[in-house]
Antibody, heavy 116, light 112 residues
Framework: QVQLKESGPGLVQPSQTLSLTCAVSGFSLPSNSVHWVRQPPGKGLEWVGT???????DYNSALKSRLSISRDTSKSQVFLKMNSLQTEDTAIYFC??????????WGQGVMVTVSS | DVVLTQTPPTLSATIGQSVSISCRSSQSLLDSDGDTYLNWLLQRPGQSPQLLIYSVSNLESGVPNRFSGSGSETDFTLKISGVEAEDLGVYYCMQATHAPLSFGSGTKLEIK
């Protein structure tokens, strides 16, 4: 069955770089896009970016200068790297599978706290 | 960028009551291919969001048929016909017609 699982550090210091991994199973990365969505504590959902099935990436314009999303198809993993982290980046980060124009499967999410 | 405005922000309902949530878009969500890419998601407390409805009115597999979606262009509605206890949570609309895709601010459904 389709599964996505996020992993990464729970705590990151301000101005440092966040690295997250989304391990997927039950589908192949060349067949589907994988998106990152984040949710600050008690707030709504924000699209972060995606790696498309063809391998190219798109980013939220507000985060684009700090963000990189890539993948390793052989390992079925998608990576998010965001630099210059600030407290406003504190959030739960979800990865989710894109199916045509909607998200059909979601990971459990990983909480990232930016604090010294 | 497309802004999605959801109303009401919170909703309190009794079991069996029918409720509606509105999602209004700052731009038409009718795509050049003739389809409208407006989806509805539910996030139960402590859980990841889950897809309820895609492309305005198509029920995702496994979703109870008490959920229905309607609308066009800029005005969309999610209706729950007979709320059940498991329906509590935050409902989000989401558009994928225009890049970047975007979410509404959410509607929290509470059970009285």
């Amino acid at each position: 069955q389709v599964q996505l699982k996020e992993s990464g550090p729970g705590l990151v210091q301000p101005s440092q770089t966040l690295s997250l991994t989304c391990a997927v199973s039950g589908f192949s990365l060349p067949s589907n896009s994988v998106h990152w969505v984040r949710q600050p504590p008690g707030k709504g959902l924000e699209w972060v970016g995606t790696v498309w099935s063809g391998g190219s990436a798109d980013y939220n314009s507000a985060l684009k200068s700090r963000l990189s999303i890539s993948r390793d198809t052989s390992k079925s993993q998608v990576f998010l790297k965001m630099n210059s982290l600030q407290t406003e980046d504190t959030a739960i980060y979800f990865c989710t599978r894109g199916y045509t124009t909607f998200f059909d499967y979601w990971g459990q999410g990983v909480m990232v706290t930016v604090s010294s | 960028d497309v802004v999605l405005t959801q109303t009401p922000p919170t909703l309190s309902a009794t079991i069996g009551q029918s409720v509606s949530i509105s999602c209004r878009s700052s731009q038409s969500l009718l795509d050049s291919d003739g389809d409208t890419y407006l989806n509805w998601l539910l996030q139960r407390p402590g859980q990841s969001p889950q897809l309820l409805i895609y492309s305005v009115s198509n029920l995702e597999s496994g979703v109870p048929n008490r959920f229905s979606g309607s609308g066009s262009e800029t005005d969309f509605t999610l209706k729950i016909s007979g709320v059940e206890a498991e329906d509590l949570g935050v409902y989000y609309c989401m558009q994928a017609t225009h890049a970047p895709l975007s979410f509404g601010s959410g509607t929290k459904l509470e059970i009285k």
